[in-house]
């Protein structure tokens, strides 16, 4: 008898369903019922749905001679898993490319596209990139649910005493609010959570958008295009709006100069707000660069900086896993924790090595990983928050020096607590671990 051919991991769940990203409802039926008839239009569906199962952002395929070599990405983290064979490979990524509207028989050039996904009642935007590499072809997809898991700055994982300095900034008036994460660290998302936690629904919000690249609604923004179709550019809709005296004009992409200063005078004038986002390694980082960047409103910028946040990701412990343990003295000195105040830290469960898990008896016995977190020891992540509220002396010396290592000495002087000192915060509330916060840090 044959061997029973082993099961796939794409074999495992059930198919997610496709949505093409075209208008015409029969031209995307029409492409559903083409690709159908490929034998890769299952595999893709399942492998899909196998990746949006384990929590995967990114899937990566990795094509070369005989194999089909794949990666997720979860909480941030890259994971191998079995590869597949070539064949299998080639006809789950014709069936992707057919239904993202690329190229499927062009392996070498740069291609993008995009899809729709369904699981039961959830949705996903797929984006996928290919490209011609060496050793065969390189594809990557990023997949996003199209509903934001995150109502408030809380549940990203700020702090209670912090969203209370943060609120009344977003909330202020005559001054300017910078967010900011490094690149790749959930800068769109923490743009949205905070600008929901603004009061829109007493004042006028006003965003200015290219119309290239719009972003998601928000209730009670208002949305202002230029560039692309419009014909119009920035300046000249800045302008318009600017007439009406709105109270927060929003800025997804920093503005042009022009715009930038016809801002800063509308803020200083009828002391309304200006929100802004870029990616910056630090809320230093990106204060600086911001100064920079506009040399000629730069003592304006100085003058009606409100708040800077920054913020970075890392993984949050499993809280049906996770291990306590009491930490001693010396632990608590280095972390500048006062004696007594913390009883417990905790990190994750790792099992012992396979030879050393047995019963009482001596015999083997595997132990059967958390059910939760599948084993990793981690669920998902959260932001460790910096906000910088720069005082009288930092906005002075923002004029004098970019010298970013004096200038985090004068912000400290004034109060501010820098991103490592929320990061041990974050450990002490039992939320993430140490060796997180090493690997995360470590990294440039």
């Not at 100064?291 to 499993?318: E, F, H, M, N």
């Not at 509220?389 to 004068?410: H, N, V, Y």
Request: glycine share 8%.
């Amino acid at each position: 008898m044959a061997a029973q051919e082993e099961i796939q991991l794409w074999q495992t769940v059930a198919p997610v369903e496709f949505e093409p990203r075209i208008a015409e409802r029969n031209q995307a039926q029409s492409l559903l019922i083409q690709t159908r008839q490929g034998a890769g239009y299952q595999i893709i569906g399942g492998q899909l749905a196998h990746a949006i199962q384990s929590r995967a952002t990114h899937v990566l395929f990795d094509f070369s001679q005989n194999a089909c070599a794949i990666r997720y990405q979860i909480d941030g983290n890259w994971e191998q898993l079995p590869p597949i064979d070539r064949e299998t490979g080639d006809a789950m990524l014709y069936a992707l490319k057919q239904l993202s509207l690329m190229n499927p028989a062009d392996r070498r050039s740069p291609q993008s596209g995009q899809l729709g996904l369904k699981v039961a009642k959830e949705k996903f935007n797929l984006s996928s990139q290919s490209q011609g590499v060496a050793t065969g072809e390189r594809v990557l997809c990023k997949i996003e649910s199209t509903k934001v898991p995150f109502e408030r700055m809380s549940d990203l994982g700020m702090r209670d005493k912090l969203f209370e300095v943060f609120k009344e900034k977003i909330d202020a008036h005559g001054n300017i609010v910078l967010i900011t994460t490094p690149k790749g660290e959930g800068l769109t998302t923490t743009w949205g959570v905070a600008i929901n936690a603004a009061d829109r629904l007493v004042r006028d919000f006003q965003e200015f958008d290219d119309e290239t690249k719009p972003e998601p609604d928000i209730i009670n923004v208002n949305q202002n295009y230029f560039g692309g179709e419009t014909g119009k550019t920035e300046i000249e809709v800045v302008l318009k709006a600017v007439l009406k005296e709105p109270d927060v004009l929003i800025f997804p992409e920093l503005p042009e100069p022009e715009s930038m200063k016809t801002c800063l005078e509308h803020v200083k004038n009828t002391e309304k707000q200006l929100y802004l986002r870029m990616n910056a390694g630090s809320a230093m980082e990106g204060l600086v660069r911001l100064v920079g960047r506009y040399r000629d409103s730069s003592k304006d910028i100085a003058a009606t900086i409100g708040a800077v946040l920054c913020q970075k990701l890392v993984r949050r412990l499993c809280d049906n896993c996770k291990l306590g343990f009491e930490p001693p003295p010396q632990l608590l000195k280095q972390l500048g924790i006062p004696a007594g105040r913390v009883a417990m830290l905790y990190g994750p469960f790792i099992p012992p090595p396979i030879e050393q898990q047995v019963d009482e008896n001596g015999k083997p016995a595997p132990l059967i990983p958390c059910h939760v977190c599948n084993g990793r020891g981690y669920l998902g992540r959260i932001a460790i928050f910096e906000l910088l509220t720069p005082g009288e002396e930092l906005r002075k010396a923002l004029l004098q020096t970019q010298d970013m290592g004096r200038l985090s000495q004068i912000a400290k002087g004034e109060g501010h607590r820098g991103i490592q000192a929320e990061a041990i915060l974050t450990v002490a509330r039992g939320l993430t671990s140490l060796d997180e916060l090493k690997r995360v840090f470590a990294k440039k």
